[in-house]
């Protein structure tokens, strides 16, 4: 039986800011934009909203990189307007939880210009400095994710300094216990002014391997795996939970990058108190190989959610399939074509919230948002695509190659203006461009059209969300595959208390003839996302038309 708490009830928004409204027509979203769309949100039913970084930032990685923690970006507005946008989330019942980038700050940061200044200036140690092997040879062979090594040299110092990411994202240093004081401020400070939590980013990387040894050939295509498992994380985490968290009523979820199952059960099992929640990316990541999207079958991507539902009642998982990472689902797990769009963005609405764990819907997702249409290597903004160029031709792909990939994995596609109404840039803004092209279907795919359609992706997103809400048994319910071999059907069932669900999605072009294997003669229909699904059935033989996605519910 699962402890009941409000965080496991929640459906959660992801806005990114910079993408989601213009209220001053430079082209960038800011904090009053999203206050004038907090109707909206409510409308659509969404119990908690997950802002991605508000922080003052250079945005060389789009916030990701904080150079002030208790200051708003002077593009998204001001400290004033952020009070507001809180009050006026908790006047519509809404809980905020905001983005926690502590693996790493920008280089732009106080801290870090006073490290860097001297080797005995007492922020030297906020951040990860080393000696080189030798003149011009970095410590080891540790890459950063945005190409090149994950060490940048300091003439100044005659050192290099570690970073992760960006040569601009210097990580910090988490062995230093005034480091995490400072986090743990910078926690308080935002918890008192009433914010209910936070997403961590990339937070299993805060411990770092003490040794600082090379890590094998074979990881540098993937070393998050070796990143994720320092020696105390788990020890941070606990500390972080006594000190702060503990003293909240907080909702936390992780950035789990890189982690094991294990790892993941560590920090998220509740006799823990460590995090609530962590993201897996086992699902969101699937067939991929970095910038490439490769092949997967619908038995691969179900043996994923078997493993998130088996690891028992002390922990809580999370489902995604969007976000400021990922492209878009409809085009990556459904079908973007004219034809098939809409029913199968309907689909995977059902799937995200009928599965067991708390549900992240990402803006512009509940239209059925798709991926942006790239058409040359410079029309990305995106530092990861930018930093891995020369690395990824060197390789030997070719621009062409890198493009065709780029165009199913790229983050810019998530990044692209939420597209609002048929006017120009998709009503996001009124000036003359906006910081990246909006996507040219927005006159097809926009909230308004939605909004007036009652058969839209928008609307079927908003049923779910009020069944969902109205039924603790599709929350609280066992999970059970009731057909993971099946290559097209994704069929499997809810069992509460009180209530058992069944759902049923072709995750295909084809029509399916399907035998179900599970008795619900007697179950009525409650939510189809076609006309034609007959209410009454009465043999467990079916028709299943393309995308086709039905949920039943037990007398
Ligand atoms: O997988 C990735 C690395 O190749 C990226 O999608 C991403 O860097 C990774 O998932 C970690 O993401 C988080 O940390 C990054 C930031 O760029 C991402 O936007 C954030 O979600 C560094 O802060
Ligand atoms: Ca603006």
């Not at 970095?138 to 945005?146: C, D, E, I």
């Not at 996302?529 to 059935?537: G, L, Q, R, S």
Request: hydrophobic share 35%; with cysteine; net charge negative.
């Amino acid at each position: 039986e699962f402890a009941k708490t409000w965080w496991k009830e929640s459906v959660v928004y992801q806005i990114y800011p910079r993408s989601f409204q213009d209220s001053n027509g430079d082209g960038i979203g800011d904090l009053q934009g999203i206050i004038s769309k907090l109707d909206y949100l409510a409308f659509l039913g969404i119990d908690v909203l997950w802002l991605s970084p508000h922080f003052d930032s250079p945005n060389d990685d789009n916030g990701y990189d904080i150079r002030d923690y208790y200051n708003v970006m002077e593009e998204f507005g001001t400290m004033k307007e952020f009070d507001l946008m809180l009050k006026r989330l908790q006047k519509n019942g809404i809980k905020l939880i905001i983005d926690l980038v502590v693996n790493h700050t920008s280089d732009e940061h106080r801290w870090f210009r006073e490290s860097k200044s001297s080797h005995d200036n007492p922020y030297r140690d906020y951040y990860i400095w080393k000696e080189g092997v030798e003149k011009g040879r970095p410590p080891n062979n540790w890459p950063s994710f945005f190409g090149g090594s994950a060490w940048e040299w300091d003439e100044a110092s005659g050192e290099y300094y570690l970073h992760y990411f960006g040569k601009k994202q210097p990580d910090l240093n988490w062995e230093n216990p005034k480091v995490r004081e400072e986090v743990y401020d910078i926690m308080r400070f935002w918890l008192d002014k009433g914010v209910d939590g936070f997403r961590m980013d990339v937070i299993p990387f805060i411990s770092k391997h003490q040794d600082f040894l090379d890590i094998p050939e074979d990881s540098l295509n993937h070393p998050e795996f070796i990143y994720a498992s320092g020696p105390r994380l788990h020890e941070f985490l606990e500390e972080m939970n006594r000190e702060v968290l503990s003293k909240y009523d907080t909702m936390t979820v992780g950035e789990a990058f890189g982690v094991t199952e294990e790892c993941t059960q560590l920090m998220t099992d509740e006799r823990r108190n460590e995090l609530d929640m962590v993201f897996l990316f086992d699902i969101g990541r699937i067939g991929r190989e970095n910038w490439r999207q490769n092949e997967w079958t619908l038995p691969q991507l179900k043996a994923m959610f078997n493993i998130q539902s088996e690891v028992g009642n002390f922990h809580w998982p999370t489902q995604f399939f969007n976000n400021h990472d990922n492209p878009r689902s409809v085009s990556k797990y459904g079908n973007d074509s004219p034809k098939y769009r809409e029913t199968s963005a309907k689909l995977l609405a059902m799937l995200l919230l009928t599965q067991k764990g708390t549900p992240f819907l990402y803006q512009g997702e509940e239209i059925g948002m798709t991926n942006y249409p790239f058409t040359s290597l410079d029309q990305f903004d995106d530092i990861e695509v930018k930093g891995n160029i020369d690395k990824v031709l060197k390789s030997g792909a070719s621009p062409e190659e890198f493009l065709q990939e780029l165009n199913k994995t790229s983050r810019d596609h998530a990044r692209t203006p939420m597209q609002w109404n048929k006017k120009p840039n998709a009503g996001f803004s009124g000036g003359e461009k906006s910081w990246l092209s909006v996507n040219p279907n927005f006159e097809i795919i926009n909230v308004e059209s939605n909004l007036n359609n009652p058969k839209s992706v928008f609307h079927f997103y908003r049923q779910l969300i009020e069944i969902r809400r109205n039924s603790t048994d599709l929350i609280y319910g066992d999970y059970f595959d009731i057909d993971p071999g099946h290559t097209k059907v994704f069929a499997y069932t809810r069992a509460g208390i009180r209530f058992t669900y069944l759902i049923m999605l072709n995750m295909s072009d084809s029509m399916v003839k399907y035998q179900v294997r599970f008795e619900f003669q007697d179950y009525e229909l409650l939510l189809s996302n076609i006309p034609t699904t007959p209410n009454k059935i009465s043999t467990n033989y079916i028709e299943l038309q393309p995308w086709e996605a039905r949920i039943y519910k037990s007398k």
